[in-house]
């Protein structure tokens, strides 16, 4: 019933259950379609060039050895180790997203709720800011000198507690990749949810509320629904921004975790043996997972799109 | 209906200190001690050096006899044109779309995030290999990077100014400004982007951040911009390094901050503004 | 509620407009990249007349007034003593472009670079990317002054490059947090949990598979059997001794190593920066497990000063220029010639690894080292990286 409430309130006829259908582009029939293309042309001709050429050139060379076209270099990527590698990279955006995303999202409903401190909020967001975007070698710095071997806060837990940190919590590690990667993945998380909160009008708790519906049913029947797909949706770019991080975890693991993107690395940029197209053949592996995933992500956000026409 | 806007809120009353005021209170507070521990600890080590107390001495160190000023020249220049240029490139678009084919938005979107599929390590290889056959001399210049800058703050800078325009619902602020007699230019100008002021500043902030710490690129397309110098830097100099990188986050943080500080105030006030003008 | 309906004719009119500022925005981004394009186009190598003679080729030198170089850190086998020295005596500049860059980057930075003024004239690179250095036609021949007495598995037959330096693999101790290792089978004990570490990955690292060979001729294999490396790697990882780095002189210095394997000129490199954090380094050569490498510094191709770039490999194979390497620790590639004639100083010889160790020093071919690569690809992902 609340549901109902719900979409009357949008504007929209209520049928029970259903998803009311979109509403048609009422401006510009004639030619509508064809003003969509030239509108976003330029920015297709940007992406073309800068962006679906050097994939289509990546994918093109994973097909091709010395100049042959060539199924060798997919077919590696099925031997133990990279299986091994892409398993390990997948576990590890996988937890990443799915812890980061929990935090993030506790911290976007603190940034998106918040009235009072108000300097306390912007601080916390535009830290949040500059945080998502950390990473590489100075993330790995700082973290070392926090809870590595001689880190600050190693030393002070030892003094206090006697327990050594870092023994326990190895930065050069899964795990220790996995702590430090959340330190741009929950601020990441928060950034994008936050415009998901803004969403939920007012008008629509309001009149949920107006008509006795408990907090929890609200949450429940109105904000989950809403929210869900644009949540998953996050989850889905922080899997896939953990998935192709490539600086950070060299700068503390080096070799010693197992990833993909590092294995990358070691096939186009190295001092040893450099082979461009396996190297090729590695990313295309890595496009094929990650666009399995955003397509997920795709579907589910359709979803939601109807609701805030 | 009419009463909505009446209608109280089964929330505590703005002044009081209510259980989610201190719980929100209680959250920053976690989230702004585990942002900083790392920094502070990095600060300390690059600031300090053993029997020595707090020293510049790392830092200087490193920096004598370096080009450095002229790599952060360089980043900054790189961070002011890409963010000019996705900005450029994205409103126009997104604006366009939203009022006139909204059913492009879903081929647009989709694109939006592919850049998180590919990694900078895989767009070097590609873009080296399909420029040296098309354009061989566009990847020699520095510059050559702002266009792969855009394509990487992507993601994050359309979903913000995507965000911003939803959140105003443009085709009405048109149309009502539009039979006040305003032309299309006078709205965009006067009406739209200031409305869009919170997520302008998101999507620059944004886009700063992110080439203020590009490495991959960079130093795959041997750049020298100053993420690049700190990283070697940081291969021989360990606490310069820290020392360099705390300063920089540092500094990114405070003009962020002061940003947002400056546009939240004014946000709020037009927003209500258009709420209360829309329900009547 | 914001009515959703909305009169289509009062949008209709101002299309035009939209469009334009549309399409000019368009042009105007269009404009941008082909501004770039368009302006970064530059001449092609004005073709530098090359010198035939050691005369010529200075004088030539001087009129192109430097000499770019890639991927050569001033720490690294007291490279910065080089430039210092060469611009001293010549007036001619040597520029370091990318000092950390890998020996596939550079490659990568002759192939882009090609017609630039920007394209490096001499590349430092790993033995084992000669062949395909040559093979791609980026490099060119040159036979520098000293050629005949350089030996010859530290040079090309055809002149395609030498090698003006090597080193050897050693074991540095940071002995405030634990002793020195006396054989390789010390690094295994307990005591050493978290601290022993390989310069880089040997995957990418041209150091960390030496590291591997060494470990691997102490344990009865050879250069053409790496796999006793491999299998005491995997030990010391399954131990839980082994960490892995991504420099050695940061975690020496963060303390995220105490134990770590590298050339012995770059132990001598940290040592300024070491000492800022108070460490003092060990470091010895084990006795079984002597293994070396050279890295080759061939003349780039067309570059755009051919001269100056002859000119420096002249130098780097001189006197002088083996003098500088030594103090760097470095082993000039003439040693055995230079030290019989008493040219190298004593503090020179002092920086060396000892003579004896020296002697025992046999470089792998590239087929060895090819096959020893294939091997550590296919077995270090699992057996020591995912430990």
Not at chain 1, 84 to 110: H, K, P, R
Not at chain 3, 107 to 125: F, M, R, S, Y
Not at chain 3, 196 to 214: C, N
Request: net charge positive; proline share 6%; hydrophobic share 50%.
């Amino acid at each position: 019933m609340t549901t109902e409430i719900a979409g009357t309130v949008a504007g929209k006829a209520a049928v029970p259950g259903k998803v009311p259908p979109p509403a048609a582009p009422v401006v510009g029939r004639r030619g509508g379609s064809l003003a969509g293309w030239l509108g976003a042309l330029p920015f297709l001709l940007f992406l073309s060039v800068f962006l679906i050429a050097p994939i289509a050139t990546n994918i093109w060379t994973s097909f091709r050895v010395d100049g042959n076209f060539s199924l060798d270099p997919m077919a590696r990527l099925f031997e133990p180790q990279y299986r091994d590698a892409f398993i390990q990279t997948i576990n590890l955006s996988l937890l990443t997203a799915g812890v980061g995303g929990v935090l993030g999202l506790i911290l976007a409903w603190a940034l998106a709720t918040s009235t009072r401190p108000q300097w306390l909020r912007n601080l916390v967001l535009s830290f949040s800011a500059v945080a998502s975007q950390m990473g590489g070698v100075a993330l790995a710095f700082a973290f070392i000198a926090a809870i590595g071997v001689q880190g600050m806060v190693t030393h002070v837990v030892l003094a206090l507690t006697g327990w050594d940190l870092s023994a326990s919590i190895p930065l050069a590690s899964f795990w220790g990749l996995a702590l430090v990667y959340l330190y741009f993945q929950v601020p990441l998380m928060a950034i994008l949810m936050l415009p998901a909160f803004g969403s939920l009008k007012k008008q629509w708790s309001e009149a949920a509320y107006s008509l006795g519906a408990s907090r929890f049913r609200y949450l429940r029947d109105v904000a989950l629904p809403i929210m869900w797909p644009p949540i998953v949706g996050a989850l889905l770019l922080l899997f896939a921004n953990s998935f192709s991080a490539y600086a950070t975890a060299y700068a503390l693991a080096g070799g010693r975790v197992n990833l993909v993107p590092i294995l990358i690395g070691f096939f186009t940029s190295g001092n040893v043996m450099t082979d461009d197209s396996f190297a090729a053949a590695l990313v295309t592996g890595m496009i094929i997972i990650v666009v399995a995933a955003m397509g997920l992500r795709t579907m589910l956000e359709r979803r939601t799109n109807k609701w805030l026409r | 209906m009419v009463a909505l806007e009446t209608t109280a809120r089964p929330q505590a009353a703005p002044h009081r200190l209510t259980l989610r005021g201190s719980v929100q209170v209680a959250i920053f507070a976690v989230a702004l001690v585990l942002f900083f521990t790392p920094l502070v600890a990095s600060a300390v080590f690059g600031f300090t050096l053993p029997g020595k107390g707090l020293t510049l001495e790392p830092l200087t160190d490193a920096l004598q006899g370096t080009d450095f000023a002229a790599q952060l020249s360089s980043t900054l220049q790189l961070a002011l044109l890409s963010t000019l240029g996705s900005l450029l490139l994205l409103v126009p678009t997104l604006l366009f779309l939203h009022l006139k084919a909204p059913k492009m938005l879903r081929l647009t979107e989709w694109l939006s995030v592919v850049p998180y599929v590919v990694p900078a390590i895989a767009l070097v290889g590609g873009a080296n290999l399909f420029f040296r056959n098309v354009a061989p001399s566009f990847l020699v210049s520095t510059y050559s990077l702002v266009p792969f800058y855009m394509v990487l703050s992507l993601p994050l800078v359309y979903r913000t100014l995507d965000a911003g325009i939803r959140a105003l619902d443009v085709r009405t602020l048109f149309a009502a400004s539009a039979s006040l007699g305003a032309t299309p230019l006078q709205t965009l100008v006067r009406i739209i982007l200031p409305n869009m002021r919170p997520a302008l500043l998101g999507a620059s902030l944004l886009s700063c951040a992110l080439v203020l710490g590009e490495y991959a690129l960079a130093s795959l397309l041997l750049h020298s911009t100053f993420p690049v110098f700190m990283v070697q830097v940081g291969m021989n100099q360990p606490r310069a390094a820290a020392a360099l990188s705390f300063l920089t986050i540092l500094a990114t943080w405070l003009l962020l901050a002061a940003l947002s500080g400056a546009s939240a105030g004014r946000g709020r006030v037009k927003k209500t503004t258009i709420t209360k003008g829309g329900s009547r | 509620m914001i009515p959703s309906t909305v009169s289509t004719d009062v949008l209709s009119t101002p299309i035009n407009r939209r469009s334009m500022l549309r399409g000019a925005l368009g042009i105007a981004s269009l404009a941008m990249v082909g501004g770039s394009l368009a302006s970064c186009s530059s001449t092609p190598n004005a073709a530098a007349s090359l010198g035939q003679t050691a005369e010529e080729i200075l004088a030539g030198a001087k009129k192109e007034g430097m000499v770019q170089l890639i991927a050569t850190p001033a720490d690294w086998a007291n490279y910065g003593g080089q430039f210092a020295a060469f611009t001293k005596k010549y007036g001619i500049n040597a520029p370091v472009a990318t000092p950390d860059a890998s020996s596939a980057d550079e490659l990568t930075a002759v192939k882009n670079l090609k017609g630039q003024k920007t394209q490096p004239d001499v590349i430092d690179i790993g033995y084992s990317f000669t062949k395909k250095a040559s093979s791609q036609n980026l490099i060119t021949a040159y036979k520098p002054s000293n050629f005949d007495v350089i030996p010859a598995d530290l040079k090309d037959p055809d002149g395609m490059w030498v090698g003006a330096y090597y080193g050897v693999v050693q074991v540095g101790t940071n002995t405030s947090v634990v002793p020195a290792p006396k054989t390789w089978d010390d690094l295994l004990d307990p005591q050493y949990k978290g601290k022993v570490a390989l310069p880089g990955d040997p995957r990418k690292g041209a150091s960390s598979i030496a590291a591997v060979f060494a470990a691997a001729l102490a344990h009865g294999g050879s250069l053409d059997n790496i796999q006793p490396g491999i299998d005491f790697f995997e030990k010391l990882a399954k131990s839980g001794n082994l960490v892995s780095i991504t420099s050695p002189v940061s975690a020496l210095s963060t303390g995220q190593a105490a134990v770590v394997l590298d050339w012995n000129y770059n132990f001598l490199g940290m040592v300024g920066e070491l000492k800022k954090s108070g460490i003092t380094l060990e470091t010895k050569t084990f006795a079984e497990g002597v293994f070396g490498n050279y890295y080759a510094q061939p003349v780039v191709a067309g570059s755009p000063h051919p001269n100056s770039a002859r000119l420096w490999v002249d130098w780097l194979t001189s006197d002088e220029g083996s003098e500088l390497f030594a103090l760097g620790g470095g082993v000039p590639a003439r040693f055995v010639e230079l030290k019989a004639a008493g040219k190298l100083s004593a503090e020179a010889l002092a920086k060396l690894p000892d003579a004896d160790v020296i002697a025992k020093i046999k470089f792998p071919t590239i087929e060895q080292g090819d096959a020893a690569s294939k091997l550590i690809i296919d077995q270090w992902g699992l057996k020591v990286a995912a430990q």
